[in-house]
């Protein structure tokens, strides 16, 4: 179907784009965790909340939430919600496209009061970039962010306590973030951050599931020595193994069907050329959306690291960062997304997401679901990352249909029980 953006898609891209220029590194987009430019994005978006009918606060973990109330005082709560946070040199979307288009929806409705209140989130943290932890916005509204996430600490050497109080919140308002008991379902708009949707030229994706995850760091601890004096057999290079098991994880993960492995980050020590590494620290990616197959997948990974090392004297050790199952998304409202798409006239393409999303923590709490936005040459984490506003506006006419089918469910649900 061919679509002709209106000016509200084109208002989302640009406010997109404003936001974008709020960052911590001049030139690029860079906007991690309580950082100063939060600051100026939620001024930013506060004012469009109020503008558009909504109450507007801050919450302890500063996540900015925005509630429309619904047509009765004890209406039940929808959220809509995505992140701020970017990683380093980001693109204008990932995240902050969600949030937009919450905002966008709520201006749709025109003050038009619905059987449930609207609840838009922007959460403070997807990423984990700054604490090397994500999805502290989403953990805080479940409940979930454990005291000991608390005493983590950045680059600088401030913990994640600190850091609240240096934005100017009380850590100890924290239980107050948690989510309202009145709530009863989320969705969260996303560009896809792949290629699918470009590959198969459909503007939207249904999220039927999202993949587990496992994030490790791996330590390999060998012998610094000189590289001209000491002979090859006598090495205990930390390097030469990293790189064998590094080869090891691309043969592993090609091997197996929708499995994914990445080591996205190595750093060696001492760091010199002419000194052999006595030191390597290397990060482990693992996705896949069978938890049964990224548990054999992480075990033989990890069996690969071992031998590597053995091989050259070298030691190894290895610790988790992040153990994340597989989530899949409420049938029932993704069944009403699907036909919420079509109505709007955009057949669906249901999918599963290889990214992680605040979803995934919001799920197994309350019945969640996830709408794909097509990623233009499968970019995403990069300056380049855009979106095209005939999907924006194939998002929004679907998200409006979405809320009619959710009135309608919700009044059908109503009569059923009377």
Known sequence: MTVTPTDRALRVIARCRDIATYTEVPGETTRRFLTRPMHTVHALLRSCMEIAGMTVHVDAIGNLRGLFPGAAPESPRLLIGSHLDTVPNAGAFDGILGVVLGVAIVEELRGQHLPFAIEVIGFSEEEGV????????????????????????????????????????????????????????????????????????????????????????????????????????LRHDAMSAAAEWIVAVEDYASSNSDLVATIGKVHASPGAGNVIAGHVTASLDVRHANDNVRNTAVSAILKDAKAAADRRGVQITSQIQLEQPAVPLDPHLTSLLDKAAAQAGFP???????????????????????????????????????????????????????????????????????
Not at 154 to 160: K, P, Q, T, V, Y
Not at 200 to 225: K, P, W, Y
């Open 130 to 233: 700054r604490f090397s932890k994500p999805f502290l916005g989403s953990l805080a509204l479940v409940g979930k962010l454990e005291e000991e996430t608390l005493t983590r600490t950045d680059e600088s050497g401030l913990n994640l306590r600190q850091a609240i109080e240096a934005y100017g919140l009380d850590p100890k308002q924290l239980p107050a973030a948690v989510l309202p008991d009145d709530t009863f379902a989320y969705i969260e708009f996303h560009i896809e951050q792949g290629p699918v949707l470009e590959s198969d030229d459909a503007s939207l994706g249904i999220v039927e599931a999202l993949v587990g995850q496992t994030r490790m760091e791996l330590i390999f601890a060998g012998h610094a020595n000189h590289a001209g004096t000491t002979p090859m057999h």
């Open 348 to 418: 669906s393409r249901r999918m599963t997401s290889g990214a992680g999303h605040d979803a995934m923590i919001l799920a197994p709490i309350v019945p969640s679901t996830m709408l794909f936005l097509r990623s233009p040459g499968g970019l995403s984490h990069h300056p380049d990352e855009t979106v095209l506003p005939q999907d924006v506006e194939a998002a929004l006419a679907t998200a409006m249909e979405f809320l009619t089918q959710l009135r309608d469910d919700r009044r059908n649900l109503k009569d059923g029980h009377a």
